[in-house]
């Protein structure tokens, strides 16, 4: 017996990495250069880090770690450098985001297919009731 496929799997050849987290995560180039830096990073990264590898302000450092917390890719974790507690980040692990992104796929494709059957059924009481 065969499966047929899902409506998913149609129209949508397999993305790379790079691709995913430009197209899904809707990603500048230097945030997912940032964020495949960290996933080799042993220890939290700082702005200041993020500062010299990608030779930019402390502004858009800032800007590029919000995005990429505010996406689930990076988790903030404090880490003591030249004896202050500063804000550290460390990469969320790929199997993580692809777990939650598969997961939040999954929950759209749910609502998606409820509302299709409630607006049938709607439909139909409506048809019914003339």
């Given at each position: 017996?065969?499966?047929?496929?899902?409506?998913r799997t149609f129209?949508?050849?397999?993305?790379?990495?790079?691709?995913?987290?430009?197209?899904?995560?809707?990603?500048?180039?230097?945030?997912?250069?940032?964020?495949?830096w960290m996933l080799t990073?042993?220890?939290?990264?700082?702005?200041?880090?993020v500062v010299e590898f990608l030779g930019c302000s402390s502004s858009s450092a800032y800007r590029y770690i919000d995005t990429l917390e505010n996406r689930g890719l990076i988790v903030e974790k404090a880490v003591y450098r030249s004896k202050q507690l500063r804000s550290g980040y460390v990469a969320?692990?790929?199997?993580?985001?692809?777990?939650?992104?598969e997961?939040?796929?999954?929950?759209?494709?749910?609502?998606?297919?409820?509302?299709i059957e409630n607006r049938?059924?709607?439909?139909?009481?409506?048809?019914?009731a003339d």
């Amino acid at each position: 017996m065969t499966m047929e496929p899902s409506i998913r799997t149609f129209g949508y050849p397999p993305m790379s990495p790079g691709q995913l987290l430009e197209k899904v995560f809707d990603l500048s180039g230097e945030e997912e250069r940032l964020y495949e830096w960290m996933l080799t990073q042993e220890e939290p990264i700082i702005p200041d880090d993020v500062v010299e590898f990608l030779g930019c302000s402390s502004s858009s450092a800032y800007r590029y770690i919000d995005t990429l917390e505010n996406r689930g890719l990076i988790v903030e974790k404090a880490v003591y450098r030249s004896k202050q507690l500063r804000s550290g980040y460390v990469a969320t692990p790929p199997e993580e985001v692809s777990d939650a992104l598969e997961d939040w796929i999954d929950r759209r494709y749910e609502l998606c297919q409820e509302a299709i059957e409630n607006r049938t059924f709607a439909n139909e009481i409506e048809c019914n009731a003339d």
